[in-house]
């Protein structure tokens, strides 16, 4: 696939809903889409970013809250939990809709670096929710998906006309409001 073929997928594109693959082996190619990647994720103003948001179907991700440097990752899933935080989140695919998502406060992530070599990372706070988050991507799971009933109410028109944007036409920038967490 050609680099200027990525874009970020909205509400609506079926890939976002599709459980990622596993990546047997980081090749050069994946070493060019997490570049790729991580320059969508820098131009949207996000601090993370997951393979399905560009339409792949892969587990790579790219993450990078300002504090920790840039993230770049593959095959990246959670082998310890603890505690419990509720942060307000955005996301890059579903523009103009916050939900607040209760999650772990500190997690341990496994994962391969771009080069292949296995790494572990503990997180806290903030950085522990977008990793959350974006492993959440690699498993089809969005934040609407955490909604309460009435907040679903809410954001039910907004929903339907991202998913009939993404379906008909272009898929428009996303709408990045400075100071709220994009992922
Ligand atoms: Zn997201």
């Known amino acids: 696939m050609a ?26 190619v994946h070493r060019g889409l997490l570049s790729e990647m991580a320059r969508l994720m ?19 991700v790219v993450i990078d809250t300002g504090t920790s440097g840039l993230f770049k ?13 509720a942060i307000e989140e955005g996301c890059l695919s579903v523009p103009g809709v916050s939900v607040k998502v209760k999650r772990a406060k500190r997690i341990e992530v496994a994962a391969v670096d ?7 990372i503990e997180a806290s706070d903030l950085l ?10 690699l498993e089809g799971k969005l934040i609407v998906d955490y909604a309460p009933f009435f ?3 809410k954001i039910k028109r907004q929903l339907e006309m ?16 400075s100071g709220k967490l994009q992922l």
């Open 3 to 28: 680099k200027t073929e990525l874009r970020i997928r909205v509400f609506g594109d079926a890939v976002l809903r599709k459980k990622a693959k596993r990546i047997p082996q980081v090749t050069d």
């Open 42 to 60: 820098y131009a949207a103003n996000g601090v993370g970013l997951a393979a399905p948001q560009v339409g792949i179907n892969e587990s790579l």
């Open 73 to 85: 990752l593959a095959n990246p899933h959670i082998v310890k939990r603890e505690g419990a935080q």
């Open 114 to 120: 771009q080069y292949g070599k296995a790494v572990r």
């Open 128 to 137: 522990a929710c977008v990793f959350q988050h974006e492993i959440d991507h």
């Open 151 to 153: 907040k679903k109410l």
């Open 162 to 177: 991202l998913s009939a944007q993404s379906k008909n036409e272009p898929v428009p920038e996303p709408e990045t409001k």
